[in-house]
T-cell receptor, first 111, second 117 residues
Framework: QKEVEQNSGPLSVPEGAIASLNCTYS??????FFWYRQYSGKSPELIMS????GDKEDGRFTAQLNKASQYVSLLIRDSQPSDSATYLC???????????FGKGTRLHILP | GAGVSQTPSNKVTEKGKYVELRCDPISGHTALYWYRQSLGQGPEFLIY????????DSGLPNDRFFAVRPEGSVSTLKIQRTERGDSAVYLC???????????????FGPGTRLTVL
């Protein structure tokens, strides 16, 4: 069974601080990794994708991938109240296959 | 450009009825996916189309669920003899042509909230 594990939270972070979200996955052959943001009552929105080991930065967001440890993380710098949402980690075991989602981590940015 | 669209946005039906949910993917996207999301859970895969054919339907929970994509664009998810346990948000996503750098990035529509009474 291919699994993606996340801490459900809530994770509370003061405004302006760095929020760190973590995810582990079970399928060692996984090749593509994604972070989606989901506001309450809305659908998931793709915010980061990463395919190779290391860091990938996009604005205030940095995705980190460590395939040896089967670990993906998302860092949000200078956290804003608008970052309060559920963050879904998703893994694509094959490049043309379904995405396996974690249950999501609820992030709450404290004003 | 237009994103993925889904209709209806909300559907309330009675147990035992038949429902159809429609998805219109991003123009030019050849892959289309259906997911189902229950409260507090991540989206759960149902079925994946590459063009007109179902490439993977392993997530369909039983034979009451069926999906089609006859012309390789719009898709319809069909649920027969609905049960209360079918209540969830049904999400559709599409992704670009295989072979592009980012082709397996999936973009979601707004979803259809199905409530079975």
């Amino acid at each position: 069974q291919k699994e993606v594990e996340q801490n459900s939270g809530p994770l509370s972070v003061p405004e302006g601080a760095i929020a760190s979200l973590n995810c582990t996955y079970s399928d060692r052959g996984s090749q593509s990794f994604f972070w989606y943001r989901q506001y309450s009552g809305k659908s998931p929105e793709l915010i980061m994708s990463i395919y190779s080991n290391g860091d990938k930065e996009d604005g205030r967001f940095t995705a980190q991938l460590n395939k040896a440890s089967q670990y993906v993380s998302l860092l949000i710098r200078d956290s804003q109240p608008s970052d309060s949402a559920t963050y879904l980690c998703a893994v694509n075991p094959n490049r043309d296959d379904k995405i396996i989602f974690g249950k999501g981590t609820r992030l709450h940015i404290l004003p | 450009g237009a994103g993925v669209s889904q209709t209806p946005s909300n559907k309330v039906t009675e147990k035992g009825k038949y429902v159809e949910l429609r998805c219109d993917p991003i123009s030019g996207h050849t892959a289309l996916y259906w997911y189902r999301q229950s409260l507090g859970q991540g989206p759960e895969f149902l079925i994946y189309f590459q063009g007109t054919g179902a490439a993977d339907d392993s997530g369909l929970p039983n034979d009451r669920f069926f999906a089609v994509r006859p012309e390789g664009s719009v898709s319809t998810l069909k649920i027969q003899r609905t049960e209360r346990g079918d209540s969830a948000v049904y999400l559709c996503a599409s992704s670009p042509v295989p072979g592009t750098v980012t082709y397996n990035e999936q973009f979601f529509g707004p979803g259809t909230r199905l409530t079975v009474l």
